[in-house]
């Protein structure tokens, strides 16, 4: 079998065994979750693209302090398929917070979260879990 990795790729060479394609993000986290399929994209019809078996890294992440509910009462916490503790940013009011979590739903990018990916983000209100949004954020299309 050709080895199917991004350093040997050549041209024309097809990366993934299977490519598969779904249109909700919910069956995106969940095949994402599994830790078998790459994200590659979204079609222009609003699919998202996904190639498996999994060819990148999963790099082992560096458990950070978790938030303290007296110190950090007001914040968003947001989580990646393969992440087991989510990151978290606290905010000084609870209005500030909401509006953020408003702005990150609505896929504003200066967020929380400035990149692409797929997270579970929850508002966090005085200790409280509020509201929670599975939020999906494409790569920009450049064409």
Not at 81 to 100: I, K
């Amino acid at each position: 079998m050709p080895d199917r990795s991004h350093a040997q790729a050549a041209l024309g060479q097809q990366l993934y065994a299977v490519l598969e394609q779904c249109r909700k993000p919910e069956i995106l986290w969940a095949k994402l979750a599994t830790g078998n399929y790459d994200w590659l994209g979204v079609r222009r019809n609003g699919k998202y693209v996904l190639g498996r078996p999994r060819l990148s890294a999963v790099v082992p992440e560096e458990p950070g302090t978790p938030p303290n509910d007296t110190r950090e009462p007001h914040r968003i916490e947001a989580l990646g398929p393969l992440q087991r503790v989510p990151r978290w940013e606290a905010y000084p009011t609870p209005e500030e917070a909401h509006d953020t979590f408003r702005r990150l739903a609505r896929g504003d990018p200066i967020t929380p979260l400035r990149t692409s990916g797929v997270w579970r983000a929850r508002l966090v209100l005085d200790g409280r879990s509020v509201e929670e949004r599975l939020v999906v954020r494409p790569l920009p299309r450049l064409f």
